[in-house]
């Protein structure tokens, strides 16, 4: 694997465009991710967070530029192959949970799971999110804390190298947002999960190993953290 600053890069973004119509959203992006870390994206709304986030975990496909993982190339990928790597080694969170409301939150979970890949361990998992007293409910019977902690179980059951978070937190109080912050820090030291997160939350950026800012569709700033504060400390405005 390839090494910079002493970190293995696991994902390589060239040159990414894309536009909607006329509007162009996403000018010319060029970034690595290094395995094991949690990067926090920042920007103002409408910068193209969300829109660069969907490409890195290929969710969009770039109009031009390239996207690289363990020496392949993501973006130039068939839809099957798009699928399958999506499947194994990409896993999605987002603001408004995304559960099913008719299944439990232990059937929610177990959708993560990839036929023939090992997964998580369930019961560790679980613990480690502190949803185990729950796994019988359904979301309707949950407080946003814990939907999203029964969404990123789902989302990491399958052990995905990469776990991408668009505003995570975005609907969550203080307490909650500490919480799920925290534990997406124990899936990376624990498990070497990659985070990327965007957020407004510039507290949670002060976690991160590093920052990133998106300003008018471009990078505006790249900067390792080099004195992350726990989740627990984080003060919130
Ligand atoms: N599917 C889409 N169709 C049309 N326009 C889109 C689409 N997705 C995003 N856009 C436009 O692209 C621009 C960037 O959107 P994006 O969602 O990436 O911004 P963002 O930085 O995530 O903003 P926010 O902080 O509000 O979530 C916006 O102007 C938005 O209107
Ligand atoms: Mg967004």
């Not at 990839?114 to 407080?143: C, N, W, Y």
């Amino acid at each position: 694997m390839t090494r910079q600053n002493g970190y293995s890069i696991l994902l390589k973004a060239e040159n990414i465009t894309k536009s909607y119509g006329k509007e162009s959203v996403l000018n010319g992006v060029s970034l690595t991710v290094y395995s094991g870390t949690f990067t926090a994206i920042l920007g103002p709304s409408g910068s193209g967070k969300s829109t660069l986030l969907n490409i890195l975990s290929g969710l969009t496909r770039p109009a031009s530029g390239k996207v690289y993982c363990g020496g392949e190339t993501v973006s130039d990928y068939s839809e099957t192959r798009l699928a399958d790597w999506k499947r194994s080694e990409v896993g999605n969170v987002f603001q408004n949970y995304m559960l099913l409301g008719n299944l439990t939150v232990k059937e929610n979970i177990k959708i993560g799971i990839v036929p023939g890949k090992v997964p998580m361990d369930f019961d560790l998992l679980t613990r480690i999110l502190e949803i185990e007293d729950i796994l019988d409910k359904f979301p309707a019977q949950l407080s946003g804390g814990q939907q999203q902690r029964a969404a990123i179980a789902r989302a990491v059951i399958k052990a995905p190298r990469m776990l991408f978070c668009d505003e995570a937190t975005g609907a969550l109080d203080e307490t909650n947002s500490k919480k799920v912050v925290e534990l997406l820090h124990v899936l990376k030291s624990d498990f070497g999960v990659t985070v990327l997160f965007v957020t407004h939350n510039q507290q949670i950026a002060r976690t991160a190993d590093r920052v990133l800012t998106m300003k008018n569709g471009l990078l505006a700033s790249d900067t390792m953290n080099e004195n992350p504060i726990s989740a627990a400390d984080m003060i919130w405005g």
